[in-house]
């Protein structure tokens, strides 16, 4: 369907970032991305972006107040505290995203008379993930832990209350881990591991495995994911439901870590235990000179990775003394719905190292 105007809410993040990309070049789509930081690749995608910031409510009514002619949202924005895994139970961090969304689809929704669909990010943390155990697989409507605080639940509720009524309709996706591509995003475990790895590299060193047990995953592709939100934006069947959404595979690092290693130029180290979050800042010097080595567009490590290291350290179970962990969703929902498509985790993985070597965010694997 043409004449869509899409607002995409955290634009710079891992999941705007791809459906920038997902839409841009589109004839009958025009898009307006919002976030603090530039997008990265900005000149190339053809869009209006905004700098704003979704905590001040003053600049978001008068900003948001005037997009009249808005016809789809996609709400990626999201406030992470420094201590980015403790932080996910804070009353802060809950209290601040959801003053975000409100500030946003509050004056929008009285503004956008044509608005048709909006798109909202959740995960697997809506099924207690992150605290706990959960029967498998986690099913949508059924295995929701409302009982575990969570910003989901704010905003999901406000969703739905502000859309009674409205000809408007939502979609609510839950993936699991997202990789993609973007810069100083809280929870991208591409460029942390591309990073730790060229630092390694760089030393003649194989590709230890720094992480714990080594826990049964699922992985989205971001442009996978992308691909997700635009047929939601149109689908009757996406319409006010709840998707899980994966790659259609599971994982396990000890199974991916051979690829990874091939797919940066590397040989598979035995496992050596490291709190990246702890220890790959230290080396920020080393990171440098390998940025001034190879020509790197890629930013400092700080600006680079955000809080990364710190997702990875959770992801790959550093420091746990209990068994294996088990976090899988049923994707039987989405695909009745009518979204079938699937990716290889293994060729993810490739794909991305590929494409940040190409772009010159990571050193080349093979020289």
């Known amino acids: 369907m043409t004449g869509k105007h899409i607002l995409i809410a955290g634009a710079s993040g891992l999941v705007g970032y791809a459906v920038l990309k997902h839409f841009a070049g589109q004839p009958g789509v025009r898009l307006t991305g919002v976030s603090r930081r530039s997008p990265f690749g900005l000149d190339d995608l053809g869009l209006r972006f905004i700098s704003a910031d979704l905590h001040d409510q003053v600049q978001c009514e008068a900003l948001f107040g005037s997009m009249h002619d808005v016809t789809h949202v996609v709400y990626a924005a999201l406030h992470e505290q420094p201590a980015l895994v403790a932080g996910w139970r804070e009353e802060e961090q809950i209290a601040t995203n959801d003053r975000m969304l409100r500030h946003l689809l509050g004056p929008l929704a009285r503004a956008a008379r044509g608005l048709r669909h909006v798109t909202l990010l959740q995960g697997t943390k809506a099924y207690g993930a992150h605290v706990r155990r959960f029967d498998l697989p986690a099913r949508e409507g059924r295995s929701e832990a409302r009982d575990v605080p969570n910003f989901y639940w704010n905003q999901e509720d406000y969703l739905k209350e502000r859309q009674r009524g409205a000809d408007w309709a939502w979609t609510i996706f839950r993936p699991q881990i997202i990789f993609g591509q973007s810069f ?43 691909r997700a939100i635009a047929w939601a934006g149109e689908a009757d069947a996406a319409r006010n439901e709840i998707f899980n959404v994966t790659n259609g595979d599971v994982f ?91 990716m290889d985790t293994e060729a993810m993985f490739r794909k991305w190292f590929k494409l940040f070597e190409e772009q010159k965010l990571l050193p080349p694997g093979r020289r």
């Open 184 to 226: 100083g995003s809280a929870m991208n475990p591409i460029p942390a591991i591309g990073v730790y790895a060229a630092l390694l590299r760089e030393r003649n060193e194989p590709l230890y495995y720094p992480g714990g047990p080594s826990n049964v995953l699922e992985a989205v592709d971001a442009d996978l994911l992308a």
């Open 252 to 342: 396990q690092w000890s199974g991916v870590w051979p690829a990874i290693a091939d797919a940066l130029g590397m040989e598979v180290g035995p496992p050596r235990p490291r709190r990246l979050a702890q220890t790959v800042p230290a080396e920020a010097s080393d990171w440098e000179l390998i940025r001034q080595r190879y020509s790197l567009v890629a930013p400092p490590m700080a600006d680079y990775l955000g809080a990364s290291l710190q997702y990875l350290d959770y992801l790959m179970a550093y420091g746990a003394r209990t068994g294996e962990k088990i976090s899988v969703v049923s994707t039987v929902k989405i695909r009745q719905a009518g979204f079938g498509e699937v």
